[in-house]
């Protein structure tokens, strides 16, 4: 079975600052894909950055970065230069394995940005 | 526009009363899957299908069934509900290419509470 932990429930930080969730997952698959996906209030899921297990180097999306440590299954998500959108929940999610169908979320992180 | 269109988008109905929240896809994909939200718990998957006629167990698919007769849709029936399927439900497409989901496309989310 594989497992996702987000161990922050919330988080805050000031506009233009930078903050970072953190998320740990267990497998024992050797190749896997990790996401975050944000919520903002109105519900919507969005794709915000996709990292797959076999590639060292750490996805980048504009101000979005990752930074994945395979040997410690932990894949933290930065948000630099944080604007008042970026407040939203956002999940940590783990695919792969024998089954790639499953999809396993973390509990969320509730991000506030304050100007 | 390519879209995931989930209806009822909010029901209220009576323990036992059989419902059906329908889900349909417009990009081709042959990835779909249902998952609920409960707070604290993030994103539980309930079943998923990787193509026509092909579908599996989620994580939490007590209480549910599911059908793909056809490419673009993917039916949740609760055949009894109960007060603790209150919940919000988002169902999810993808393309399915070499093992692996991409970016998971969602609905705009069902709540449903079961009085």
């Known amino acids: 079975a594989q497992t996702v932990t987000q161990s922050q429930p919330e988080m805050s930080v000031q506009e233009a600052e930078t903050v970072t969730l953190s998320c740990t997952y267990d497998?024992?698959?050797?190749?896997?894909?990790l996401f975050w996906y944000k919520q903002p209030p109105s519900r919507q899921m969005i794709l915000v950055i996709r990292?797959?297990?076999?590639?060292?180097q750490n996805a980048t999306e504009n101000r979005f970065s990752v930074n994945f440590q395979k040997a410690a299954k932990s894949f933290s998500l930065k948000i630099s230069d944080s604007q008042l959108g970026d407040t939203a929940m956002y999940f940590c999610?783990?695919?792969?394995?024998?089954?790639?169908?499953?999809?396993?979320f973390g509990q969320g992180t509730i991000l506030t940005v304050h100007p | 526009e390519a879209q995931v269109t989930q209806n009822p988008r909010y029901l209220i109905t009576v323990t036992g009363k059989k419902l059906t929240v329908t889900c349909s896809q417009n990009?081709?994909?042959?990835?779909m899957s249902w998952y609920r939200q409960d707070p604290g718990l993030g994103l539980r998957q309930i079943y998923y299908?990787?193509?026509?006629?092909?579908?599996d167990k989620g994580d939490v698919p007590e209480g549910y069934k599911v059908s793909r007769k056809e490419k673009r849709n993917f039916p949740l029936i609760l055949e009894s509900p109960s007060p603790n399927q209150t919940s919000l439900y988002f169902c999810?497409?993808?393309?399915?290419?070499?093992?692996?989901?991409?970016?998971?496309?969602f609905g705009e989310g069902s709540r449903l509470t079961v009085l």
């Open positions: 299908s990787m193509n026509v006629e092909v579908t």
């Open positions: 990292q797959e297990a076999y590639k060292q």
């Open positions: 497998t024992s698959e050797n190749n896997y894909y």
């Open positions: 999810a497409s993808s393309r399915w290419a070499q093992g692996n989901t991409g970016e998971l496309f």
């Open positions: 999610a783990l695919s792969g394995g024998t089954s790639y169908g499953k999809l396993t």
């Open positions: 990009m081709n994909h042959e990835y």
